[in-house]
């Protein structure tokens, strides 16, 4: 049975330009010791799910059950096995990293002593032994992440739901990440993840859903998703665009679709279902055209056309700003 | 390795206790960390006390009695009526650093947070009245009263305090930054506190002001926290009732607002998330 078990979830927000269907009905469930990325761009409602599975807001209707507990029957319950990381770090600017963590395991209702042995155990698992003494206010984005995230691992929970984890972090402090959630899932925890970052449900997800517009509109393995769209895409870079017609004319020839060109007018894309096949045939009949290229190849799909491909839009279009995420996220 | 299933349940007492302490101590660190607002607690006290007892004091005859004398209650209620709106703000910039989301996710008390808020707050106040006082006694205040009348004064000024703390931080929880509540404050607390007793007689005021001022519950807090000290003049208490009966009138104010505020927080704090 599923360690999360969500159905027909719906939340609505007013706002100034009418109410905001930030969760329209949305199902979702979690095999237990796996993880589950919630894919999709800003404004989609993944703050929304993750903040009603840990309790924080109450669906309009709906129901969600985590490790067999209601979570608005008896959500102190709830509490009591879930680790929570937030899209933005909640920590205390005024306590040292290791006041932190005292002061959740003690919330979580620690001994006093096992607080700080594990306060201690945290800072060393996520190499925050300079920072672990000074108050956080002086910390740079990741290592306050770090905190954060270290704050909701205290007790080793069940269920780790981390919201956008590696947003604004580099990529070394990002890897570095990846590497502990991928050492607690070994561990046997399981994960509920958000992220608009199609690698990162990529390399960590057991399991995706897309999200868009508050429901799930795909759910499956990266390759299962990836398969919906067909097997490879050729791709080709022109010198010249203008000859631009010309070449998708072409691709269109041994295309299972029509072309899409970027926005310079040199980048021209199909998806096709035999790609070695259909690229030696593409080169042959450009060359025969004396169109020439900067480059040419074929390439998987990636889950960015997966993205376009389900909901007719990028992964991309944070600049919305009724976006309910938006709205209710803060600005920093 | 899951540690969760061996997590201690706890009665409903000792998790509120240990959970507004810890709470309670967190934010003292702050206060201990954050010398700005140490200034505001300490500094800003002694210069009510000195700007106002030798400026005025000159000035503003009240009769029977010396202007310090008269002055001192009116300052400890103004100080701290400001202290505690460091309640709101403070609960406003928790919601906004996002630590209230970490804190409802945890299994505790539901009300340690408010508990924790209130205590803090109350120990700040507490802090500034101590300064406040020596000030005045460096100035020539005296209380003119027996020692239990003196403490049930200071008790009676930080027992206000607290339920007003109680107020603000159910404000704090509802306005979209900790700027409206500085802001708010000023506009409304300023008007309530001068338009009353706490710096001059109100039958110095004109009319509509000085009904205001009479019906106004910092008047009675000033007036009963004077009568407390030893430090009314000879003039006669305004004939209204809140002003006769300060005590009742005080006791009324603090017990409403504690029996409705701290339901409304703790109902207010069950649903609230970052913004």
Redesign the interface.
């Known amino acids: 049975m599923s360690i999360i078990e969500a159905t027909g979830l719906t939340k609505t927000y007013k706002s100034k330009s009418g109410p905001v269907h930030a969760l329209a009905g949305l199902d979702l469930a979690v095999p237990r010791g796996t993880v589950k990325a919630l894919l999709g761009p800003n404004g989609a409602g993944k703050t929304t799910v993750v903040?009603m599975l840990?309790?924080?807001?109450?669906p309009d209707s709906g129901r969600a059950i985590v490790d067999g507990i209601d979570v608005v029957q008896d959500p102190?319950?709830v509490?009591?096995?879930?680790g929570?990381s937030?899209q933005?770090?909640?920590?205390?600017?005024?306590?040292t990293g290791f006041?932190n963590l005292v002061?959740?395991g003690?919330?979580?209702?620690?001994g006093g002593t096992a607080a700080k042995r594990r306060a201690h155990e945290l800072i060393d698992l996520f190499d925050l032994t300079e920072a672990g003494n000074r108050?956080v206010k002086g910390f740079s984005g990741g290592m306050r992440r770090r905190i954060?995230l270290a704050?909701a691992l205290v007790?080793?929970?069940?269920i780790l739901f981390l919201d956008e984890p590696t947003t604004g972090l580099d990529p070394r402090s990002r890897l570095a990440l990846w590497g502990v959630i991928k050492q607690l899932v070994t561990?046997?925890?399981t994960v509920l993840l958000t992220t608009q970052y199609l690698e990162e449900a990529d390399q960590l997800a057991d399991d995706i859903a897309v999200i868009d517009d508050g429901r799930v509109i795909a759910e499956g393995t990266s390759d299962q998703l990836k398969a919906q769209i067909g097997g490879h895409r050729v791709v080709v870079a022109l010198i010249d665009a203008g000859h631009g017609p010309a070449a998708r004319e072409v691709l269109g020839r041994y295309g299972e679709g029509e072309p899409t060109v970027s926005g310079d007018g040199r980048g021209i894309e199909v998806a096709v279902g035999d790609g070695p096949w259909a690229l030696q045939h593409v080169l042959a009949d450009l060359g025969a055209a004396g169109i020439g290229l900067h480059d040419a190849g074929m390439r998987r799909p990636t889950l960015d056309d997966v993205f376009l491909k389900l909901t007719g839009h990028m992964a991309d279009r944070a600049a919305e700003g009724d976006a309910p995420d938006l709205a209710?996220?803060?600005a920093k | 390795?899951?540690?969760?299933s061996t997590?201690?349940t706890?009665n409903p007492l000792t998790?509120w206790y240990?959970?507004g302490w810890?709470v309670t101590k967190?934010n003292l660190?702050?206060i201990k960390?954050?010398p700005d607002m140490l200034v505001f607690a300490v500094i800003q006290p002694i210069m009510f006390v000195l700007l106002f007892s030798q400026v005025y004091g000159g000035a503003i005859q009240v009769q029977g009695t010396d202007y310090t004398q008269f002055l001192m209650a009116g300052i400890f209620a103004q100080t701290v009526v400001f202290g505690s709106t460091f309640s709101g703000s403070a609960m406003a910039q928790d919601l906004?650093?996002?630590?209230?989301?970490?804190?409802?996710?945890?299994?505790?008390s539901g009300s340690?947070v408010l508990i924790g808020r209130t205590n803090s707050d109350l120990a700040l106040n507490t802090i500034s009245m101590v300064i406040m006082m020596l000030t005045g006694l460096a100035v020539g205040w005296r209380v003119n009263s027996s020692f239990p009348e003196f403490m049930a004064g200071i008790g009676l000024l930080l027992l206000f305090s607290y339920s007003f703390s109680w107020v603000m931080a159910l404000l704090g929880m509802m306005v979209t930054s900790p700027e409206v509540i500085n802001n708010a404050s000023f506009l409304i607390l300023f008007p309530l506190t001068f338009i009353s007793n706490a710096f001059v007689p109100s039958d110095t005021l004109p009319e509509p002001l000085r009904t205001f001022a009479e019906w106004n519950p910092v008047s009675s807090l000033v007036q009963a926290a004077r009568e407390l000290f030893g430090n009314v003049g000879t003039a006669p208490v305004p004939d209204v009732w809140t002003m006769q009966h300060p005590f009742a009138t005080v006791l009324i104010g603090i017990s409403v607002m504690l029996v409705v505020f701290v339901p409304l927080c703790i109902r207010k704090f069950a649903?609230i998330?970052?913004?």
């Open positions: 903040k840990t309790t924080l807001i109450r102190k319950a509490r009591r096995v879930i929570v937030g933005y770090a909640a920590v205390d600017e005024n306590l006041e002061m959740v003690r919330l979580y209702h620690l108050p954060d704050g007790i080793n929970p069940k561990d046997g925890t209710l996220g803060k | 390795m899951s540690a969760a997590l201690p706890w998790m240990s959970d810890t967190r660190t702050k960390r954050s906004k650093e996002g630590i209230i989301d970490r804190f409802r996710s945890l299994p505790m340690a649903s998330s970052s913004r």
